[in-house]
């Protein structure tokens, strides 16, 4: 086949999926565009480790270009999605280009959903990016600062308080950190505060923390939090978030930081396709991944929903991702060596192998869940690390991590307390 003739494959999204579809069709008969609206691929398991202080932007991320080997068959474009096309079988950009295509793999991800609640956007933070990451780890230890040069008792409480809502993995691991940060890391740093007795408030809505973990896991999760030091509020959905302040039935908390964990929901272009979708917007893709009446077009991680073949829904985790992107460019690339049209060889269904679960709590704190095997404190805590350690990109990223892991394990430090981006009329 020539170069001329050369199927061309799109790729949205150079996340878990994405990256890993490209990496399967780099020796593939076919022209490939990766397109994201940012230059590098980002670990996003580790971010809430930027947001504490405990690693810098470049640990938990790779330039896209340094990640793909150069070949001629690949092309990066740092571009926005703005509208795709299906029937047209095109792709329109934010700098005015417009790529057509003949597969379409869409990895966009998602973005932090606030329950019809978009307002409270504006009173919180969400940790979905880089900039979201280095804003929370901003504020938080700017507040500490501010603290330090008030004399209102009041108002220093108010700024050592951090509430985290959303008891999932996202919100327990950031909990466990901030106290940790408090009491640990900047413990003895300031002579008119005292940070050990900085608030961390977990609210969730749901009667347990962690409640995709089979019991006894959450349980021993709470119990960990409790121990840290984390104030965790169960049967607690929000009411209302204005500024600096979190309003539950029965009680009003005064916070300085506000940190939204508490859902996610597929990005606003999900709704312009004309596809069924579910209630967070994910497309209801049919079983092999494509999207129903486009087998040419297909989507993958965060943005989709389906369910496995046991009748189980797919979860929005890295691994999912990764086999999704796997298996697309598999049944791409088998198309195209039998010279077949998109939908005209019968697909294999995408069948998800779940690897476990895990959340790590704080020091030595974590708990793991594989199949019938459940484990809590040190040796999960372990695994926790080599498993983080093993998924993340780039080898000079994971001894950069390693040894700031190990850093802050000896020395009850972190190397990433740097504030930077304030200006006098900029504080945030």
């Keep these: 086949m020539s170069q001329s003739t050369k199927k061309h494959v799109v790729i949205l999204g150079a996340g878990f999926g994405g990256l890993n579809a490209a990496k399967q069709l780099l020796k593939a008969d076919c022209q490939v565009t990766l397109v994201d609206r ?37 092309n990066v474009l740092m571009d926005e999605v703005m509208g795709i096309e299906l029937d047209k079988k095109s792709v329109q950009l934010a700098s005015g280009n417009h790529l057509n ?22 009173h919180c933070i969400g940790l979905k ?36 809502v959303g008891g999932g993995p996202t919100g327990v691991e950031m909990s466990g950190s901030l106290i940790e940060l408090a009491r640990q890391v900047l413990k003895g740093a300031y002579h008119n505060i005292d940070p050990s007795k900085g608030r961390v408030i977990l609210i969730e809505a749901a009667p347990k923390v962690l409640g995709t973990f089979a019991d006894p896991l959450p349980q021993r999760a709470l119990e960990a939090l409790e121990e840290l030091g984390v104030e965790v509020k169960l049967n607690s959905p929000v009411q209302n978030i204005t500024a600096n302040t979190v309003e539950l039935k029965d009680e009003t908390i005064h916070a300085e930081n506000i940190i939204w964990a508490a859902g996610v929901q597929a990005p606003q272009i999900t709704q312009t396709l004309g596809l069924p979708t579910s209630r967070g917007g994910q497309i209801l893709v049919e079983k092999d991944c494509s999207l129903p009446n486009h087998p040419e077009a297909f989507a993958i991680g965060d943005i989709v929903s389906m369910k496995d073949a046991a009748g189980k829904p797919v979860p929005g985790v890295s691994p999912a991702a990764i086999q999704m992107g796997k298996h697309v460019a598999k049944l791409i690339q088998t198309e195209l060596k039998l010279n ?17 679960s895990m959340a790590t709590i704080g020091r030595s704190k974590a708990i793991a869940s594989f199949s019938i095997f459940k484990m809590t404190g040190i040796i999960a805590w372990l695994m926790w690390l080599f498993i983080h350690l093993l998924y993340l990109v780039g080898f000079k990223n994971k001894i950069s991590v390693l040894l700031q892991w190990f850093y802050a394990y000896v020395n009850f430090q972190r190397g990433a307390r740097i504030i930077s981006g304030l200006t006098h009329k900029n504080q945030n």
């Design 129 to 164: 990016s880089l900039e979201e990451a280095v804003r929370i780890r901003r504020r938080v230890l700017h507040a500490y600062e501010k603290a330090e040069v008030s004399n209102n008792p009041e108002e220093q409480k108010k700024l050592m308080t951090t509430v985290v």
């Design 38 to 74: 940012n230059n590098h691929h980002l670990f996003q398991p580790l971010l809430y480790q930027v947001a504490t202080a405990q690693l810098s932007t470049p640990d938990i991320a790779k330039s896209i270009r340094s990640t793909l080997p150069m070949n001629k068959n690949v």
């Design 340 to 356: 077949k049209s998109a939908g005209e060889v019968k697909r294999p269904r995408f069948a998800y192998f779940d690897k476990g």
């Design 101 to 122: 295509y003949d597969y379409l793999i869409i990895g966009l991800g998602a973005v932090s959903g606030y329950f019809g609640n978009n307002h409270w956007a504006e």
